[in-house]
């Protein structure tokens, strides 16, 4: 049995929501890495463990960053939170010099 399609309307910044039966059956969840690839115009979207290897673009690194967080313990993820506090105070300071 063929499901019947969903209908999404793109906002201004390009976002469709996946609606939540969909990401369920595909197995997405919050935090989850996805590729988005284009195929004679037709968009899919797939959940991947891993970015590609090489692949620096921000949007992937920032992936890999949210996929490697979750899997740590809450003392690194502390850790790593205070660090980054760190070097955006660091930043702040260097502005207003």
Do not use: C, W
Request: net charge positive; aromatic share 4%.
């Amino acid at each position: 049995m063929k499901a019947k399609p969903i209908y999404k309307i793109v906002d201004g910044k390009g976002r469709v929501l996946i609606p939540k039966e969909l990401r369920t059956a595909s197995g997405m969840d919050y935090g989850d890495i996805v590729r988005l690839n284009i195929n004679q115009g037709t968009v899919s979207v797939k959940k991947v463990d891993l970015i590609e290897v090489g692949d620096q673009s921000p949007g992937a690194v920032e992936a890999f960053v949210h996929a490697a967080i979750r899997e740590m313990p809450e003392e690194k993820q502390i850790s790593i939170a205070a660090k980054l506090l760190e070097l955006i105070e660091q930043r702040k300071g260097q502005r207003h010099d």
